[in-house]
């Protein structure tokens, strides 16, 4: 309650258009207004195949998948060789550590880790986006393309990308709010 | 432009059919369950009985030590493998017609899964102990050992499981998204929750697809191995006729055989109850049907090489098993799987005509599960019925408590599936949305 | 002997006690007559299975006579063939098992851990000498039979692997008598149950390391033989041929 309501609560602006629509005009009109791209999104019901907005890959997924199987290598290792050094148990006619069996156990361990490592990094980096204040709009899985334009506290600017949008050829446009306490 | 419109314009019947199994349920689907649940609970209940009584109840005596159980676990396990075979490989290969078929056979893959581990507790003898298995630091001072292919086996089925989940649930995502904003009640919860904040930017969309396409060839590498650790559990064994290099190969192949079979009968039911006709068309079955007759002569090829082997070789140990199943006690068994899985297969699915056939083509794929089943059980008993001394030969036929767990743990994986439909769509929204798209803009 | 070399090399290194137990079979004085198979279940506490359960082949016998015919009627001649658990150096049941149930002793013997075994049976497929038996029940004796246990040997539950064990409790009382008066244990003190009772004195067990013991002696005669000595299992049961062969 002590905090300026005014200059906490953040807009998006989000207009919906028909997939025929030419997006990359309307883009470079947003941008024109001093919109860097990472504020843009592009919402769609499939993956559009070409990239139009310019963000930066923090951390490529593959980098952690990879990370991930070598700590799954280094899992098997303990598990398979490890252990049974630990607490060496005799059985016929096979050595202690057996070196096919350690390559067989951390191959699994080396899938497992990496599979999950690279899920719960995309799990991750799908739930964190929303946090910008995405929102899905059902209306855009019954085919159609949205572009959303965060425009922090300026509500002077949300209203002049309403107005861009809907000149653009949304054919709807809208202003969210959220309240700097959600 | 006016083909790309029309995909975009489709988009709402795509939705509405695609989400009608989740929304509307009818009668019959209540009797079906209520008929499946009863046979469960008699499966249960033999279970139950085996529990209390002890592992006796089976047919299962020495030295036949492994029986239906361990058949029915190699069995599911191969029929699980039809989910990642169709959905991984044709993934790799970026076969366009694998859409509509991908996410019913993955969910086969995860039904399977659960009930293959189900196989491993009806087998053990003191299965309230089963957590001994388990590595994990106790008082007890026991740790398992990993130089058992059973631990191989544990490990790799461990991993495959969680893979498959994980690589249903990614191309989940948006069609959970999908169904959290058009369906009501507590399902809207577990839908928000399940579609982690899905929304559709295309940040969302280029991590996903960077995930799938990382994970696709991950779980076609876990796949293989983990029938070829089944086929160890045998090969590894000093035990005449499993002792053999060709098992490895030799399951990995049946399991695909199998699966694509269960799949073929999957897509059909399908189709016919949720009216798929648009979506899951005769192409699809001719495909499949090609690629069932691929895997029929591999598994004739393979097969024949191993029993050819055995046959010449001569060796008393193995040649006795072989005879027992040409023109021993299996005799009957064995001649019905050769017809089940190679010969009908073969001379059905050759005829293009056929493959356009899609009733023929289901009961294709009831013979084969019912020929590779067959086919589980004469990989493992015969061998162990016949060990190098002679005098301790024996026979075995799975008991009525044994029949009564398989049948209910058949209804069971049924059940499963039946409950899951109503939870996600059979079949992927996106994916199909997407086909439609490469389709027009081809 | 059949004993090859580096296996012999290699068993020295597994074992780190002064003891190794071997038996040594005669083919040539078995009659068949299966008095160790009444003395083994009696010493070791065997579950008593009815006629039905034997038919079923759920008897469990931790030694058994092996009966085969030679030649064509009229000119049948019936062989015996003791066999039991061989204790092997290699033992192909061990590690199979995945809960370490099974496992070589520092002597040489190969040991279940009744405790430990959860019933996965693998053992059971692997041992090519079909030794090792479960329980497939809990184990029941009518009265007054239950008073005659033994209480030096475990009962068993249903559902756990068990064969024999060389009578690994007299084996331990033997060593336990001989430890108290500062002495090895002497050739021929402890005698598995079988042995005890072979009234033709066709079993012999005794320690291998003992250069004099009887076992060491006839282990080295030339009718010696172990059973399936191909699949590398390295028994510590030595057959002997039978003379007429």
């Not at chain 2, 005596?61 to 361990?70: D, K, L, Q, R, V």
């Not at chain 2, 060796?315 to 006690?329: E, F, K, T, W």
């Not at chain 3, 008598?177 to 072979?198: F, L, N, W, Y």
Request: charged share 15%; proline share 6%; net charge neutral.
């Amino acid at each position: 309650m002590l905090k300026n309501t005014e200059t906490a609560d953040r807009h998006v602006v989000l207009g919906l258009f028909d997939p025929t629509t030419s997006l990359p005009p309307v883009l470079d009109q947003i941008r024109s207004q001093g919109i860097p791209d990472i504020l843009i999104e592009i919402l769609s019901p499939l993956p559009l195949e070409t990239s139009l907005l310019n963000k930066p890959v923090r951390i490529p997924l593959y980098r952690l998948t990879i990370i991930g199987g070598i700590v799954g290598i280094g899992i098997g290792i303990f598990f398979a060789a490890g252990t049974a050094l630990l607490f060496p148990l005799v059985t016929g006619g096979k050595p202690i550590v057996s070196i096919p069996v350690v390559g067989i156990i951390s191959y699994e361990t080396m899938m497992l880790m990496a599979i999950v490592v690279t899920f719960l990094a995309t799990a991750i980096k799908i739930a964190f986006v929303q946090q910008s204040g995405l929102r899905n709009d059902p209306r855009i899985d019954e085919g159609s393309v949205g572009l959303s334009v965060q425009v922090g506290n300026d509500t002077a600017k949300a209203h002049s990308i309403f107005r861009l949008l809907q000149k653009a050829g949304a054919s709807e446009v809208e202003i969210r709010t959220i309240a700097s306490d959600s | 432009m006016t083909d790309r419109q029309t995909v975009w314009e489709e988009m709402p019947k795509i939705n509405r059919d695609l989400l009608s199994p989740l929304q509307t349920t009818t009668w019959t689907y209540y009797l079906w369950v209520g008929v499946l649940s009863c046979f469960v609970a008699a499966g249960a209940g033999a279970w139950t009985y085996q529990i209390q009584t002890g592992i006796g109840q089976t047919d299962l005596h020495h030295p036949i030590f492994w029986g239906s159980y361990i058949a029915s676990f190699v069995y599911w396990i191969g029929v699980s493998h039809s989910g990642t075979f169709i959905s991984g490989v044709l993934r790799l290969t970026n076969a366009e017609w694998r859409r509509p078929v991908t996410r019913m056979a993955e969910l086969m893959t995860v039904v399977a899964l659960l009930v293959t581990a189900l196989f491993v507790f009806y087998h053990l003898g003191r299965v309230w102990r089963f957590y001994y298995l388990i590595p994990y630091p106790n008082q007890r001072e026991l740790w398992p050992n990993f130089r058992s292919p059973l631990m191989w086996d544990a490990t790799a089925i461990f991993t495959y499981a969680t893979a498959s989940t994980i690589y249903i649930y990614l191309p989940l995502i948006p069609d959970f998204a999908l169904a959290r904003d058009r369906i009501q009640g507590w399902r809207k919860t577990v839908y928000r929750w399940l579609a982690i904040g899905w929304h559709g930017s295309q940040a969302q969309w280029r991590t996903l697809e960077m995930a799938i396409r990382i994970i696709t060839p991950l779980i076609v590498m876990v796949m293989i191995s983990v029938h070829s650790i089944v086929g160890f559990d045998f090969s590894m064994a000093l035990v005449p006729a499993w002792h053999s290099t060709i098992f490895a190969p030799y399951f990995v192949v049946g399991a695909v055989h199998s699966g694509l079979a269960m799949v073929m009968i999957g897509l059909y039911v399908l189709r016919k109850v949720y009216h798929l006709q648009n979506y899951v068309r005769t192409e699809h079955f001719e495909k499949l049907g090609k690629l069932l007759l691929v895997t029929t002569l591999l598994l004739a090829y393979m097969y024949f090489a191993e029993q050819l082997t055995i046959w010449y070789g001569k060796v008393p140990d193995h040649i006795a098993v072989q005879n027992s199943l040409l023109y021993g006690s299996y005799a009957v068994p064995f001649w019905f799987m050769v017809s089940c899985i190679y010969v009908i297969p073969l001379v059905t699915l050759v005829w293009p005509r056929f493959r356009q056939w899609p009733v023929g083509l289901m009961m294709v794929g009831l013979i084969i599960n019912l020929g590779m089943y067959i086919e589980r059980m004469l990989i493992i008993v015969p061998p162990l019925a016949h060990p190098r001394l002679s005098f301790q030969w024996d026979e075995y036929f799975p008991s009525m408590i044994e029949l009564a767990i398989l049948v209910g743990t058949l209804a069971l994986a049924l059940l499963l599936y039946s409950l899951a439909v109503k939870f996600v769509p059979v079949i992927s929204i996106w994916e199909e949305k997407l086909g439609k798209k490469h389709a027009q803009e081809h | 002997m059949s004993q090859d070399p580096q296996a012999t090399e290699e068993y020295s290194k597994k074992a780190a006690s002064p003891y190794k137990w071997e038996m040594v079979v005669d083919l040539d004085r078995c009659s068949g007559c299966e008095a160790c198979v009444v003395a083994c279940h009696a010493e070791n506490n065997i579950r008593i299975s009815g006629e039905e359960e034997a038919a079923e082949g759920r008897a469990i016998n931790w030694i058994r006579i092996e009966r085969y015919w030679e030649g064509d009627y009229p000119n049948v001649k019936a062989k015996f063939l003791p066999v039991m658990c061989q204790h092997c150096d290699d033992a192909p049941c061990e590690p199979v098992c995945p809960v370490y149930a099974s496992y070589h002793t520092p002597e040489g013997l190969n040991a279940q851990v009744y405790n430990r075994c959860i019933g996965v049976r693998y053992c059971g497929n692997n041992c090519p000498y079909v030794a090792r038996q479960f329980n497939w029940f809990d184990p029941h004796w009518d009265e007054p039979l239950a008073e005659q246990l033994n209480p030096d040997v475990t009962v068993r539950s249903g559902g756990v692997m068990e064969k024999c064990t060389f009578c690994v409790q007299r084996i331990r009382s033997g060593k336990e008598a001989a430890h108290k008066e500062g002495r090895r244990v002497r050739d021929g003190e402890i005698t598995p149950a079988c042995v005890q009772s072979c009234p033709t004195s066709a079993l012999i067990f005794g320690d291998r390391n003992d250069p004099d013991s009887r076992v060491s002696h006839l282990k080295k005669s030339r009718r010696g033989f172990h059973l399936m000595e191909s699949l590398g299992t390295h028994p510590a049961v030595t057959y002997l041929r039978r003379l007429s062969e």
